[in-house]
């Protein structure tokens, strides 16, 4: 009776997340030595990544570590005023207020995150402060802002002119109807393994344009927005992240590469289910985009998406930088 129950538990799991089991294969150092690892490399989400791999290739060509290199590589879009979806120059809430998210981990487990953020222009820094200058991992709104000043990051105003144009252009009708590919092109996420074969993530975003106040994606959520296991590897989300929340979803891929799926199956993996508890709740995901890009321990990768649009970064030594067009779903 026991066996059986055991059996059954099993089965069920499997059914009920729609996703089936294998036994675990995950990379050991044996393999390793026995595979041909492409390190370093780094992923980054959209067509801005390809400017964000450049600066955090500066230091991954210098043996510099990971963590290191995509806290800089992400920066470089926080900064940017013509961006509309990450950090300075982002849009701002439905209140004209530019709040923003991100997360960091590296490859000891270690992680910090910021939600709600305004007035910091870097918050993925902010983020690392978290992990590494507090006793918690998460900090919110006026909390996490008085954090940061008290670590020395200037108060900076971030609505841009332009920003502020977008928003009371839309205040006329207040209609909230995200553009797929457009207002679903809201996060940068970056992945790196680096020469001594350690991997980290970070993940910044504004989110969605003229959100409710206090609304929080998965961007600075770790396990949905971003999830980093250093014996397997590493991924990181994009798009509508209450439906990335739902699923926990770069978990999720992690812990599909655990179990032998390569990085592109992983993401697949994740967005099938995605879609399936779409059609459950019977919602219209017509205007829904959802992308993943993982990395594994040999420094292979892959991405996959909801519908087409989706594009990613990829820079190593010997293919350069290259943007690529993810497959998808939905077709």
Known sequence: MKLYRRNFLKTGLAVASGIALRPFKALSNTNLQATEITKPIVLSTWRFGIEANNDAWGILKQNGSALDAVEKGVQR????????????????????????????MD?????????????????????????????????????????????????????????????????KTSEYKPVVNIENHDTIGMIALD?????????????????????VGDSPIIGAGLYVDNEVGAAVATGHGEEIIRVVGSHLVVEQMRH?????????????????????????YSATQI???????????????????????????KKGNRLIDADYLIK
């Open 77 to 104: 879009v926080e900064a940017d005023p013509e961006e509309r979806s990450v950090g300075y120059g982002g849009r701002p809430d439905r209140d004209g207020n530019v709040t923003l998210d991100a997360c960091i």
């Open 195 to 215: 020469a001594h074969g350690n991997l980290s993530g970070a993940c910044t975003t504004s989110g969605m344009a003229y959100k409710m106040q206090g609304r």
């Open 291 to 317: 992308g993943f890009i993982a990395l594994n321990k040999a420094g292979e990768f892959g991405a996959y998406c909801l519908q087409k649009g989706f594009n990613f970064a990829v820079l190593d030594e």
């Open 260 to 284: 032998g799926k390569s990085p592109q199956d992983a993401c697949e993996a994740a967005v099938q289910l995605i879609l399936k508890k779409f059609k459950i709740r019977q919602q219209d």
């Open 107 to 171: 490859e000891k487990a270690n992680i910090g995150s910021v939600a709600c953020l305004q007035h910091i222009k870097h918050p993925i820094s902010v983020a690392r402060a978290v992990m590494e200058k507090s006793p918690h991992v998460m900090l919110v709104g006026e909390g996490a802002l008085q954090f940061a000043m008290r670590q020395g990051f200037p108060k900076e105003d971030l609505l841009t002119k332009a920003s502020e144009k977008e928003w009371r252009e839309w205040l």
